[in-house]
């Protein structure tokens, strides 16, 4: 049991890679707090993780709003009785291109993709300072790591994720809290789509993904559980000399 009694807050655990690790951290022993925009989702995950015998708990928050973001870590807190953990993983893929580019839609994907894990990061502190420290995890991607011709919102507001991941590291160092980030390739949850096929056809958005798929070395997307195992390790005693980490979960994507 590599969490054994460990408590931990998942945002955006009521779907795709959030779910999927939440079930991982539970299965090794964690106390999960199951974080969502969706509060159906978010406790349709938490009866999936008490039916296999484990502790979970939903909260129903909208992470575009930094009130939402504390209360969500302040409930969190209460119904777990304290914070070890904290895994920033809500994010959207927001406008593509960069011509008239909608400014609702890019400060909404700096809002969540962003704001909501500085905000919440800093809110945590205090909890896992009572504790005698902890981890922090943040959610990047490849688009953190490199630019993207598609995507050139969210790659922004991921490489400001990379380096704010970094600076905390260095931050909250004193106070043994790590802070590391996951930086996923395409990974095969219902956000994929959004990614390969904005604007297109499903026809067209097939060929983007086979494209993108061509050029990934272990010659597929990444699966949920793919990005669940590496977060684990990242929370987990087994990465305590890790900080400041950004690890590419990619099948080789960024080796290029
Ligand atoms: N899927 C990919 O290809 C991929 C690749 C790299 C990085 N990521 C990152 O992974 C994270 C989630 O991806 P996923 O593929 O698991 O997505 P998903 O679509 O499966 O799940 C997203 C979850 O976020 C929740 N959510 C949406 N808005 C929210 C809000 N305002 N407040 C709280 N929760 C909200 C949704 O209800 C949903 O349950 C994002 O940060 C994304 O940028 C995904």
Redo the contacts with the bound molecule.
């Keep these: 049991m590599r969490l054994k009694d460990k408590l931990v807050v998942v945002?955006?655990?009521?779907?795709?890679?959030?779910?999927e690790s939440a079930l991982l951290f539970a299965s090794e022993g964690a106390a999960v707090a199951v974080?969502?925009?969706?509060g159906g989702?978010a406790s349709s995950v938490v009866e999936d993780i008490r039916r296999q015998g484990g502790t979970a708990y939903a909260v129903q928050?909208?992470?575009?709003s930094p009130d939402e973001c504390k209360r969500a870590v302040d409930e969190a807190a209460i119904r777990l009785g304290g914070i070890d953990i904290l895994w920033n993983?809500?994010?959207?893929?927001g406008p593509g291109g960069i011509e008239d580019v909608d400014l609702v839609a890019y400060q909404h994907a700096m809002d969540?993709?962003l704001r909501?894990s500085v905000v919440a990061s800093g809110h945590v502190v205090p909890h896992m300072r009572k504790r005698g420290g902890g981890a922090i995890l943040l959610?990047?991607?490849?688009?953190g790591l490199v630019g993207s011709q598609f995507s050139p919102i969210?790659s922004a507001a991921?490489f400001a994720v990379v380096g704010l991941g970094k600076s905390l590291a260095l931050a909250l160092a004193a106070d043994k809290i790590r802070v590391n980030v996951v930086?996923?390739?395409?990974?095969?949850?219902?956000?994929?789509p959004d990614?390969m096929g904005r604007g297109l056809s499903a026809q067209e958005a097939k060929e983007v993904e086979a494209k993108f798929t061509a050029q990934i070395p272990l010659g597929r997307?990444?699966e949920?559980q793919d990005v669940a195992r590496a977060a684990l390790f990242l929370i987990s005693d087994d990465a305590a000399y890790l900080t400041g980490v950004a690890l590419p979960i990619d099948g080789g994507f960024t080796c290029r």
């Design positions: 945002t955006a655990a009521g779907s795709g890679i959030g779910r974080v969502d925009f969706d989702k928050a909208d992470l575009t993983h809500a994010g959207t893929p969540l993709n909501a959610t990047a991607s490849v688009s969210y991921k930086c996923p390739g395409p990974v095969n949850t219902p956000m994929l990614f997307v990444a949920a």
